[in-house]
């Protein structure tokens, strides 16, 4: 399969394309290069036959045009998003642009080319969003695929947008969709402005480590390289027009989840004090939701899927990776924003 995949160079698509890759597939990676995407990510598989490179913006009509007509993908992976919610808050317009006018923008490309090539079965438009689109749960609960969508960011508002773009696409013009809704991802190449990077960075730096609020929101933690496993997983095997919830099985207050990967680093790259004692509360974010929880029966049920790696392992892994990596997360600190409290305004 040829597979076209948007936020190739960015941290969960980098995951899909070193993984289609691995698998055998062909892989068009299509990324703007915007603040968070990093072609080292991708360094492992860029000497391939099986991999191409292609700059450009999501949000351009002409350009996805070219290279639809030049690569003739079987599939498209539509992981190219701005995700940061606290930047969301500071800056929803740039939201709105990419993961909105540029979904519809990506959509019609796709729509073109596909009904060009005399609307072929295989082809799949997979969309990658987020749990946040059906916004928060309390102490009980989790989301499942009927959820209905109550996004509380203008961040989950924009992915809420661009999923229900992807369904009308579906229904009126026959273009054969799969949507995919995930947890909170972690791993290698997370990009440090999220929170485990900053834990484990602000850590290794004896800088405070900021915690929002009490610590007490809970999410669902699921590993990259699971996420890339089970994106691949329903894009070969999943029926036309179908939705799945991805989530890591693995809940855990911020709180519970920083003392943790805290706990690791004192074994691993102890210092004279428990790394903990740079835990400091702040100011919480606006409107933070409070619980996020996947149900994955579906998912478990129809494709037999179900993520590898626990959370315990996964922290293990990621903090492994980030002390045996400094040049990769060293060379991103000085991009726009990282290392400073983002969130806090009314937004532009």
């Known amino acids: 399969m040829k597979i076209l995949v948007t936020g190739g160079a960015g941290f969960i698509g980098s995951a899909v394309v070193r993984l289609a890759i691995a698998r055998g597939h062909q892989v068009v990676n299509l990324d703007a290069l915007t603040y968070a995407a ?11 036959p099986n991999y191409a490179f292609e700059h450009a913006d999501i949000r ?25 919610v606290d ?64 996004p509380n960011s203008p961040y989950a508002a924009s992915k809420a947008s661009s999923d229900h773009l992807v369904r009308a696409w579906g229904e009126t013009y026959q273009l054969p969709f799969v949507i995919t809704n995930c947890s909170n991802n972690y791993g290698p190449f997370h990009f440090p402005e ?19 609020g009490q610590g007490l929101n809970v999410r669902d933690w699921l590993y990259v390289e699971d996420h890339a496993d089970a994106l691949i997983t329903v894009l070969e095997q999943s029926e036309n027009g179908r939705t799945y919830n991805i989530g ?47 149900d994955p029966t579906r998912l478990r049920e129809e494709l037999g899927w179900r993520p590898s790696v626990t959370l315990q392992q996964g922290l293990e892994k990621t903090v492994q990776w980030y002390l045996d990596n400094p040049d990769w997360w060293q060379a991103l600190q000085a991009r726009d924003g990282v290392g400073t409290r983002l969130g806090t305004s009314k937004g532009t």
């Open 38 to 48: 990093c072609l080292d990510n991708v360094a492992s598989v860029a000497d391939s």
């Open 194 to 212: 999220k929170l485990i990077p900053v834990v484990i960075l602000n850590a290794l730096a004896g800088k405070d480590i900021p915690i929002y």
């Open 248 to 294: 890591g099985e693995n809940e855990a207050r911020n709180i519970d989840l920083v003392e943790s990967i805290c706990a690791i680093l004192d074994r691993l790259r102890p210092a004279d004090r428990p790394y903990s004692r740079l835990i400091t509360y702040v100011q919480d974010r606006p409107g933070h939701d409070y619980r996020y929880a996947i």
């Open 87 to 150: 930047r969301s808050i500071d800056g929803p317009g740039a939201f709105i642009d990419t993961n909105v006018t540029g979904t519809y923008t990506l959509l019609e490309a796709a729509r073109n080319y596909w009904e060009d090539q005399g609307k072929p079965e295989r082809f799949r438009f997979h969309h990658i969003s987020t749990d946040e689109v059906y916004g928060t749960l309390k102490d009980e609960g989790q989301f499942t695929e009927d959820t209905p969508y109550a």
């Open 60 to 84: 351009d009509g002409t350009a996805l045009a070219t290279i639809f007509d030049k690569h003739k993908p079987d599939a498209v992976m539509h992981l190219a998003a701005e995700s940061h």
